[in-house]
């Protein structure tokens, strides 16, 4: 199983990005899918997180302003962030939850990271 980040890159303060991740490979079934980000020499930071049924929770600090969407068909989350400022600059990481084939238990699994900059 391999999970496959996408669509990071420069961003004004106030604009938007979206960021993508798939995941591949030998899958039963995926029970969550989720972000996190990290700044250099800090401790990775909790995004937020989609379970199979669709519910969402989000850190404090990009509530009201990212918002995570999952498509069951695509084996996919993405992470649309509005109203970006310097301080969401990090690399962010995609993890999910995934039980793969002819497994009964879900294994956490990590995506490489994607590199977001907000600046002027």
């Known amino acids: 199983v391999q999970l496959q980040a996408s669509g990071g890159g420069w961003v004004q303060p106030g604009g938007s990005l979206k960021l993508s991740c798939v995941a591949s490979g030998s899958i039963r079934s995926i029970n969550a899918m989720g972000w996190y980000r990290q700044v250099p020499g800090k401790e990775r930071e909790w995004v937020g997180v989609?379970?199979?049924?669709?519910?969402?929770n989000y850190g404090h600090s990009v509530k009201g302003r990212f918002t995570i969407s999952f498509d069951n068909a695509k084996n996919s989350v993405s992470l649309e962030m509005n109203t970006l400022t310097p301080e969401d600059t990090a690399v962010y990481y995609c993890?999910?939850?995934?039980?793969?084939?002819?497994?009964?238990?879900?294994?956490?699994?990590w995506g490489q990271g994607t590199l977001v900059t907000v600046s002027s």
């Open positions: 989609i379970t199979s049924s669709g519910a969402t």
């Open positions: 993890n999910a939850d995934i039980t793969p084939s002819d497994y009964s238990l879900g294994y956490t699994y």
